[in-house]
């Protein structure tokens, strides 16, 4: 007869313990769960890129509620667990109401629906809620904590009519709240308690150098600045108050303090809590069949807040209960991270000073370059690393920091790679027990018997199997190194490289095959060269490069378009759609701004926003009035719906600032007129700026044009300010608007004829390089430049402004309005 498992919790840590029991035993338990959120079990590792729009919440799901079903286990969902009856054996929940926040300590008395569930076993792993300082004021609306999904859907929605946000919390929790709300165009501050970012990872020099990187970034930091008290008008927070009396404006506040583990229910049971739940070497609580995991845990005295000492307990409970390893025990963990802080890549092991006389220190530093390197050694051991800007080493150093390899006598060595010694571990010798992805929590076993058993021979495909490498994508060069070692190279799997899975033909390769055989609709595609399969997944892709490849004569089938594409407009969660009219170069006129007045006026608009971009948005247009609306504005479409040519950015350059040394505004408005609505494989946002003081942001655009004295221009490329933050590399320095132009045409061409489908321009000058594309684009290396003109050319001259389809439709039923609302619920979609 199977004994009755109780899970407390369906996060990161309960659910892995599920699935570790399910691994070692699974005929030997009954496994019921208690979720106080109403999903399945998601990575809150990725939660900022949630923030950012990067990812979908759909995406970051790690156990959708299918799985639960699959693997039989009752989940109760939406319903938190508030006592365990140890005398009677019966956990005790009850279903929250819909106000109630998951993590909250109390629950409201909206609801009295009670669950009881008798156990042999319990497994508490209900983890931990953010730490809220003491502040009035707190509870106003705009102020919000940063845990879970709703918390990220919720943030983003009151942005939107938002201009300046704070974050309070330096800390890693912090930071990627302040990276996710970046995205939102809003002025976002970081706030700090303590007197440097990141005090538990970072020393003080670490910590000025992210400061100033930060910075430059445009988030503003404040270190040492404690708040009092958060000020508010009319029910929304208007700014905050500071212990030193001084005050800060702000719309919106995201607390992100720091965590503190939720105990409630174990001192309602009569467990022993301190900090956090009491357990002993096998997670055992102060009653032997209750165990506990997770953030929520005190062991040894010690607090963890980061996966992989959760991954590490719930392997010992598993071993445990599963009678698999009865000795098994859990001692502690050497504690090291390996993340991107606001992109910047860090790791951050042991120490972060030294403390003993004896204690060697060995540091690097480049101010300028963002990169700083130390490493303390005591006994000819690593007692502590940190690595800021430049982590290339970090994998071998983590393993020689938590095997406590010897160091070799040239410390310097270990740091900047410079002798063959400095391979330092061979992934051969790492034993099957070793982490090797820190965020789900997969070991070397596992993906050897992946590449060995399932001919998993890529990472992408070892990632598909074991889910290694699918959180913050840190180890993949790790599990590249795995895959050599087992098979003799890493046999990549040739659909990671074809330009769309559906053809299995790399981008050059297809190009050539469709030029050669005159394809020009995705259905001709799929029938030369795919042997009539058609792949859904690969249609957008194909469309794309078939309206690069052939201008005038694509022939367009809406459906191998997404919906933006087919209706010429951006498509909302709730099912409306957004216009974004073109304003070139920023610049517009009253008679302009008094048609989108009308037109918001007359179509109900519930929201008009200025973007980022120098444009107005007008949001939550219906399906069926989008071409009344742009008949209506009289003006082009401005492309903020595709894989385009979006924007050229301008500041009012020599036109009227005192500072500027160039017109950045007749320059924007040339490049708009002439590559609006230019295809690319990825979206491409321009600037141009009058002068090095950087107002329209050049310098991290897709493409950016910066004035300097003697009338001359300078073009930068590759350039990101969203969820990845990168300064361009500078191409070339011209001397007018029309070299620029010239410039700016080869490097889009270029890019559009050889980047991969979804490349961002910054991934792609990274892979090419700056010197290979000066010596392509403006030594003419391989005599290709006058080519690219003449591409580029065709593709301006065919140019049709999308939103005269309000005339003439393309198909019937283009606008007609949707029969039921395609909004799906994001619960229900994960069931």
Not at 101 to 122: F, G, K, M, N, R
Not at 205 to 217: G, N, S, V
Not at 306 to 320: D, F
Not at 763 to 780: A, H, M, N
């Amino acid at each position: 007869m199977k004994k009755k498992l109780v899970v407390i919790g369906n996060g990161m840590a309960g659910a892995r313990v599920a699935e570790e029991i399910l691994a070692l035993a699974s005929d030997k338990f009954e496994i019921v769960m208690f979720g106080a959120e109403p999903y399945g079990n998601y990575n809150r590792i990725l939660l900022s890129n949630v923030l950012n729009q990067t990812q979908s919440p759909q995406e970051i799901f790690i156990n959708p509620l299918t799985w639960y079903q699959e693997n039989h286990i009752v989940l109760h969902r939406g319903v938190k667990a508030f006592k365990i009856d140890r005398d009677c054996r019966v956990v005790i929940g009850k279903k929250l109401a819909q106000d109630d926040v998951p993590y909250a300590a109390q629950l409201s008395q909206s609801t009295d629906e009670l669950i009881e569930e008798p156990y042999d076993h319990v497994i508490i792993a209900t983890g931990s809620r953010p730490f809220v300082p003491p502040l009035t004021g707190a509870d106003q609306a705009g102020v919000f904590q940063f845990r879970t999904i709703d918390d990220c859907a919720k943030i983003a929605e009151y942005a939107r009519g938002c201009q300046r946000a704070v974050v309070i919390g330096g800390g890693l929790l912090g930071l990627e709240a302040a990276r996710g709300l970046m995205t939102h165009d809003v002025e976002v501050t970081v706030l700090e308690a303590a007197p440097q970012l990141m005090p538990a990872q970072l020393d003080l020099e670490a910590a000025h150098i992210l400061k100033r990187t930060m910075e430059a970034m445009g988030v503003r930091v404040m270190t040492g600045q404690v708040t009092s008290e958060i000020i508010g008008e009319g029910g929304r927070i208007r700014g905050l108050k500071f212990q030193d009396g001084s005050e800060l404006l702000t719309d919106m506040l995201v607390i992100s303090a720091g965590i503190r583990p939720i105990t409630e229910i174990a001192v309602a049971s009569g467990l022993k809590v301190n900090k956090g739940i009491v357990c002993d070497d096998q997670m055992r609580t102060s009653d032997p069949d209750i165990f506990s995991v997770g953030e929520c845990v005190e062991h040894r005295g010690v607090l963890y807040g980061l996966v992989e000492p959760i991954w590490e307990q719930t392997r010992v409970v598993a071993e445990i209960l599963s009678e698999t390893g009865k000795d098994a025990s859990y001692v502690g963990s050497k504690i090291g991270t390996k993340l991107k802080v606001m992109g910047v890549e860090l790791m951050s092991l042991g120490e972060k000073n030294p403390s003993q006389p004896n204690d060697e220190v060995i540091i690097y530093r480049d101010p300028n370059r963002g990169i700083y390197k130390k490493m303390i050694v005591r006994d000819d051991k690593i007692l502590g690393v940190i690595l800021l800007g430049d982590t290339e080493l970090a994998d071998n150093l983590m393993r020689m920091f938590k095997n406590q390899v010897k160091v070799p006598e040239n410390r310097a060595e270990i740091l900047f790679g410079s002798v063959p010694s400095t391979g330092l571990i061979d992934v051969r010798d790492l034993p099957d027990g070793a982490q090797v992805c820190n965020c789900n929590g997969v070991c070397k076993k596992t993906i050897v018997d992946a590449i060995t058993e399932k001919q998993c021979t890529s990472v992408a495909a070892v990632g598909q199997a074991t889910k290694a490498g699918k959180g913050c994508g840190s180890c993949r060069g790790l599990i590249a190194q795995i895959i050599e070692a087992a098979v003799g190279e890493v046999l990549y799997d040739t659909s990671e490289h074809y330009y769309v899975p559906g053809v299995p033909l790399e981008k050059s390769q297809l190009m050539r095959e469709v030029r050669n055989r005159g394809l020009k609709s995705v259905s001709a595609v799929f029938r030369e060269l795919a042997d009539g399969k058609e792949h859904v997944d690969s249609k957008v892709g194909l469309a794309s490069l078939l309206k690069i490849i052939w201008p005038k004569d694509y022939e367009d089938e809406r459906d191998a378009r997404f919906i933006n594409d087919r209706v010429h407009a951006n498509i909302q969660k709730d099912g409306t759609f957004s216009v974004v009219p073109r304003i070139y170069g920023g610049v517009t006129s009253p008679d302009e701004l008094m048609r989108i007045a009308q037109v918001a006026q007359k179509y109900h608009v519930p929201m008009v926003k200025i973007t980022g971009g120098q444009r107005i948005d007008l949001l939550g247009i219906k399906k069926e009035d989008l071409p009344h609306v742009w008949k209506d504005l009289g003006m082009p479409s401005g492309h903020a719906y595709t894989k385009s040519f979006r924007t050229c950015k301008s500041c009012v350059g020599s036109d009227f600032c005192r500072y500027g040394v160039g017109d950045s505004i007749s320059l924007a408005q040339k490049i708009e007129y002439r590559f609006q609505g230019i295809e690319s494989p990825h979206k491409m946002k321009l600037a141009a700026t009058g002068c090095p003081r950087n107002c329209a942001e050049a310098y991290v655009k897709d493409i950016g044009a910066v004035a300097i004295e003697g009338g001359k221009w300078e073009i930068y490329v590759g350039g990101a300010a969203g969820s990845t933050v990168r300064k361009g590399d500078l191409l070339c320095t011209v001397d007018t608007h029309e070299d620029v132009l010239q410039q700016t045409g080869r490097f889009i061409q270029y890019y559009r004829e050889h980047a991969k489908y979804l490349e961002r321009t910054y991934g792609f000058v990274e892979r090419i390089g700056i010197d290979v594309l000066k010596s392509i684009l403006i030594e003419d290396s391989l005599g290709i430049c006058s080519q690219l003109d003449e591409r580029i050319q065709e593709a301006v001259d065919a140019y049709k402004d999308p939103w005269k389809e309000a005339e003439n439709p393309a198909y019937p039923e283009q606008f007609e309005g949707p029969k039921m609302v395609e909004v799906i619920n994001m619960a229900e979609s994960n069931g």
